[in-house]
């Protein structure tokens, strides 16, 4: 039996993940089924859960990978940003059954972290770097000059997390979307130097 | 046989509700087995759900009540102190199951209007005399010149309830509560005339 290479093994973990995002995102954690998971990413259960141990860890390994982009966007651009693109998928959409898959698996998220404190570990890290980045930005904004100096950059910064959640939990239950984008407007106008 | 009268079962229906909504607000809307609704209750099955067709109708009962108890707090001092109110009770509690059971209730509701087309007809009316509430309340505050009016009242309610929204997810996720007073003073302040 050939040895399998640290390349291989990192390209197949690769594989193993850019399927299973798919699969959440279509059907939502409860959704996504073993099944599913495996016709989505091509191998069986067992090739599949020698790379990760169960589900959960490969739900969590996808949700670090959308962490890592979150918090690259909002460094570059921002919380508000973040929430624009969400709102702009969403009112094209209707037809983008990734999104409301994506959306769906933030409520089972929070569900599993109401009901599971070993869930809730694991995902406090993710939560952080995003709460984090957040905060960095919004300092580098208050040294430019263009956000209000008389809060301070937390409370600013969980302004932004609660209207972040808001959005999500409003999008997640398929309310429409009408005036969100001057919703939005008044969240970011809140934070910055009137 | 004796007939019953109206009055009878009027009081009978108010006791059914009022031993639900303790079920309910104890153990979330999934965790509220009809056996717990039975022993909550003091009657047996057969006897609640002769008075509502099943435990949605029971829930989505307990909830209309709800809405007109939200609808006379945000008529009077608005959904800002709604809020508030929510806080106050998260912050001193953790030892407060009907809280904990409210909230995740709150969850089981999202979960159901993005699933459950019917259930979400059902709902609608209840969240909309809520907002209806809101934009009538915000409209007494900008005849009274404490609104700003540089922004539609309809995009001001919702910018409200999508921070009530954020509140809720919040904390059913059970997280920490620290510098929410300081946000919700940033949101009451976003809606007034500066």
Redesign the interface.
Known sequence: MPRVSQDQLDARRKEILAGARTCFARHGYEGATVRRLEEEIGLSRGAIFHHFRDKDSLFLAVAEDDAATMVATVAEHGLVQVMRDLLARAADSGTEPELTGW??SQ?EV??R??TDPEF?KRWAARSEAVAEATRERLQRQLEAGVLRAD??I???A??L??????????L???RPV???E??LN??E??VRR?
């Open positions: 959306l769906g409520l929070s569900r972290l109401r809730a809060v301070p937390g409370v600013l969980q302004f997390e609660l209207a972040y959640d808001g959005l999500v939990l409003h997640a239950t398929g009408q005036d969100l001057a919703v008044l969240v106008a809140a009137s």
